[in-house]
Every structure is written in structure tokens, then in C-alpha cells.
């Protein structure tokens, strides 16, 4: 007589379902691995980052003699003394709506950019905009 069972050749219920299981604990295990190398090439590329820009502050100052200024306004008012008198920036209150449209300032990172290989965009910039 024949036998009734059949035989297959496909995967079970079961062991679809171990193997599924087997890979998610896989994934668990790699992920953090995986992650903590991404947090340490960041770390990596933000001191690369700081030393640059630590380098583009001894070159301004080994070209000028001085470090670059904190701020450079391109709006500059005149005091009420004598005609030789120093001049001061305009200040603007943060928290009014008059402001003043066509004057701009830079920060001490933009005039580091020559010196961080970013000559480029340094001559983009234009105070009359």
C-alpha cells in the first residue's frame, strides 16, 4: 500500500517563522555596532572641523597680525563729538519692526574662509545686497 503523507518540499510554517526570528535578532546585534561606528566618524569629522578652522584663525593672524574682528557691520553711524571722533555701529532693538534693509554684517567665521580653502564663497559675498 501506499503511504497517505505527502511529502513537500517547501518551508513550514515553523520554520519560516525561526528564520525570520533568527535574522531580527541578527539586525539587533549589527544595528548598535553600525551606529556607534557612524557617531565616531562624525566625531572625527567635526574635530577635523575645529582644527580647520583653529588653522584659519593662526593664518588670519600670522596675515594681519591680529584675529579677525567679531563683528563687521557695513551700517556705521557717526557720534555727536568732534569730526574725528571714533564711529560706532547703529545698534538695532532685536524686538521692534523698524529694521533697516540693505545693511548687513559678517562674523568672524567669514573672514576665516580664505584661510579654510573657501576662497569662493568668500567672493560671493557682496554688503550690497
Known amino acids: 500500500m501506499r503511504s497517505l503523507r ?3 518540499r517547501g518551508f513550514t510554517l515553523i520554520e519560516l517563522l525561526v528564520v525570520i526570528a533568527i535574522i531580527a535578532i541578527l539586525v539587533a546585534i ?4 553600525v551606529q556607534r561606528a557612524r557617531e565616531a566618524a562624525n566625531k572625527s569629522r567635526c574635530l ?4 580647520q578652522m ?3 584663525m593662526h593664518n588670519y593672524h600670522d596675515t594681519h597680525t591680529v ?3 567679531g563683528q563687521l557691520v557695513t551700517q556705521w553711524v557717526n557720534t555727536n ?3 574725528n571722533s571714533p564711529q560706532y555701529v547703529l545698534p538695532q532693538e532685536p524686538y521692534s519692526n523698524n529694521q533697516t534693509f540693505g545693511y548687513q554684517g559678517t562674523s568672524w567665521m567669514f573672514h576665516l574662509l580664505p584661510y579654510i580653502e573657501q576662497s569662493n564663497v568668500y567672493q560671493l559675498w557682496r554688503p550690497d545686497f
Not at 30 to 33: I, R
Not at 48 to 51: A, D, F, P
Open 6 to 8: 505527502r511529502k513537500t
Open 30 to 33: 549589527l544595528l548598535p555596532a
Open 48 to 51: 577635523n572641523n575645529i582644527k
Open 54 to 56: 583653529i588653522l584659519g
Open 67 to 69: 584675529f579677525p574682528p
Open 81 to 83: 563729538g568732534p569730526a
